[in-house]
């Protein structure tokens, strides 16, 4: 099945600084990555996701790169803020729908 | 995300005793699924299913069981047979076939006592 994996566990970067999670994935089928941020006992919310016919894909500060051959993606967070701490996560599709979960980020944004 | 909800908020459980977790969601969504998170870590898949009558295993699906008698509804009994249930229990649901995008309920956190 799908593999996922995520670096780092946590990243702490200074207000305004910019932020990059990494993640790869092992099933060359998969086509659709998302990306969650969970705060704190709340559920996950998708903040950006991408297809597989797709390298790149922005929405404001938040911006996902893929890298089909090398089978990688990234989350790239643009002068960051306080508010921008949670857990971030990766997904992959697998071939019945459900999504693989990388294991998170915790990112903190120091003011 | 608001047209899926689950209850109860937080649930206590003593040692042997099955429960039962309930998700509703009123998006006309196909497929449900139940994830478990536990503290640190990433969601794993429990059961998913498709369709209404029709339900799959996930990753680590022993010691639960669904039904899917409604499309709206996907309960989740976590019976005594599983040996750690303490976690935090997530459903979702996707809209029909041609997304892939999963809509989240807030959560059940279960404890064992």
């Known amino acids: 099945g799908e593999n996922v994996e995520q670096h780092p566990s946590t990243l702490s970067v200074q207000e305004g600084d910019s932020a990059v999670i990494k993640c790869t994935y092992s099933?060359?089928?998969?086509?659709?990555f998302p990306w969650y941020k969970q705060e704190l006992g709340k559920r996950p919310q998708l903040i950006i996701d991408?297809?597989?016919?797709?390298g790149e894909k922005k929405d404001q500060r938040i911006a996902v790169t893929l890298n089909k051959t090398a089978k990688h993606f990234s989350l790239h967070i643009t002068e960051t803020q306080p508010e921008d701490s949670a857990v971030y996560f990766c997904?992959?599709?697998?071939?019945?729908?459900?999504?693989?979960f990388g294991s998170g980020t915790r990112l903190q944004v120091q003011p | 995300d608001g047209g899926i909800t689950q209850s109860p908020k937080y649930l206590f459980r003593k040692e042997g005793q099955n429960v039962t977790l309930s998700c509703e969601q009123n998006?006309?969504?196909?497929?449900m699924y139940w994830y478990r998170q536990d503290p640190g870590q990433g969601l794993r898949l429990i059961y998913y299913s498709q369709i209404v009558n029709d339900f799959q295993k996930g990753d680590i699906a022993e010691g639960y069981s669904v039904s899917r008698e409604k499309k709206e509804s996907f309960p989740l009994t976590v019976t005594s047979a599983q040996k750690n249930p303490t976690a935090f229990y997530l459903c979702?649901?996707?809209?029909?076939?041609?997304?892939?995008?999963?809509?989240f309920g807030p959560g059940t956190r279960l404890t064992v006592l």
């Open positions: 991408i297809r597989s016919n797709v």
């Open positions: 979702a649901s996707t809209p029909p076939l041609a997304s892939n995008e999963q809509f």
């Open positions: 099933d060359s089928a998969s086509n659709y």
């Open positions: 998006l006309n969504h196909d497929a």
């Open positions: 997904a992959a599709n697998t071939g019945r729908r459900a999504l693989t």
